[in-house]
């Protein structure tokens, strides 16, 4: 069956914007007749009791999700497989910089900003196995990077319509040994089979590269749908320290569960106060496609 999904970082309570998404990516799936899945995407920041704290928000807001929530962490030997299928595939290359090795080497003019400036990528087998033993004497190991076999991989989004990237050579295990984001995140939507993703569109730019190793990994990759973000009046991404804004403090300050509905949907140029409300009016041609800006005049505490 194809699904949906929406896949938070149990980092913390989810605030308003999370959970915009979160309804977005629900109603999305929902009214094209696909499941939605719930993931906990728990290898890499975990805070204690945030993974039932966010489930119990999003089960509050009236979202509600097919089968049992898949927590990432018990995934780790599919992502050790899907590791060794790129490697044997010659599509990985160790990395030995370090990350002010890389600031340092990515300010060069030729090298597109933001991007890996390939320093590891064409060396010699005496050069690698010297900067190997120089990583071991000092305790570390080599990251893997992708080491694509094309310049650029395109994918399409239902608000951006074709979307094309050059794929850069993203790290896809850390060396600690932790798996990176870009390779378990496509490893796990195909296990369960997701085939849309609706998330933020600061994201978008990583979608072709992972579409590129969905591909290499024999894997069909999604349609994706990359949402405005919530930002605050500054217009920087909108985070926790910006005051008020997950859904307990709201509720804490006085708010209803339909009030948060009520901001959500009409941030996107709708009218509901619940979950189901919100399904029967959302239309992805009509919503309001510039970030929201979140300002605290909009908090419990001024309404």
């Given amino acids: 069956m194809a699904a949906g999904r929406f896949a938070p970082s149990p980092s913390g309570d989810m605030h308003i914007g999370n959970l915009r998404t979160a309804l977005l990516a629900w109603a999305w799936a929902r009214q094209s007749g696909r499941d939605f899945v719930l993931r ?25 999700w097919d089968g049992d929530v898949l927590f990432q962490s018990t995934r780790q030997p599919a992502h050790e497989v899907a590791i060794a299928q790129l490697r044997e595939a010659g599509l990985l290359f160790e990395c030995y910089c370090s990350r002010r090795d890389i600031k340092e080497a990515a300010s060069a003019p030729h090298v597109r900003p933001g991007s890996y400036p ?78 849309q993703v609706v998330r933020a569109d600061d994201l978008l730019s990583s979608a072709p590269a992972q579409a590129y190793i969905a591909h290499a990994l024999g894997l069909a990759q999604p349609r994706y749908a ?52 919100f399904l029967d009016v959302f239309d992805r041609r009509k919503m309001v496609h510039t970030p929201w800006v979140f300002s605290p005049a909009d908090g419990p505490a001024n309404s």
């Fill in 40 to 64: 906990v995407e728990d290898i890499d920041r975990v805070k204690p009791g945030a993974a039932q704290r966010q489930i119990e928000d999003l089960a509050t807001l009236g979202i509600d």
């Fill in 226 to 277: 990359h949402v405005p973000l919530v930002i605050n009046e500054a217009g920087d991404r909108l985070a926790k320290r910006d005051g008020a804004v997950t859904l307990r403090e709201f509720l804490d300050l006085g708010w209803t569960v339909a009030d948060v509905v009520d901001k959500i949907a009409g941030s996107l140029g709708f009218e509901a106060r619940t979950a189901e409300q």
């Fill in 118 to 195: 390939g320093t590891c990528r064409s060396l010699s087998p005496a050069e690698r196995e010297r900067r190997r033993a120089e990583l071991a004497s000092v305790g570390r190991r080599p990251a893997l990077r992708l080491n694509p076999m094309v310049d650029e991989w395109s994918v399409e989004d239902d608000l951006f319509g074709t979307v094309s990237e050059p794929i850069d050579c993203v790290v896809l295990q850390r060396g600690d040994g932790t798996l990176a984001y870009n390779l378990v995140v496509v490893v796990d939507d195909a296990f369960q089979g997701v085939d």
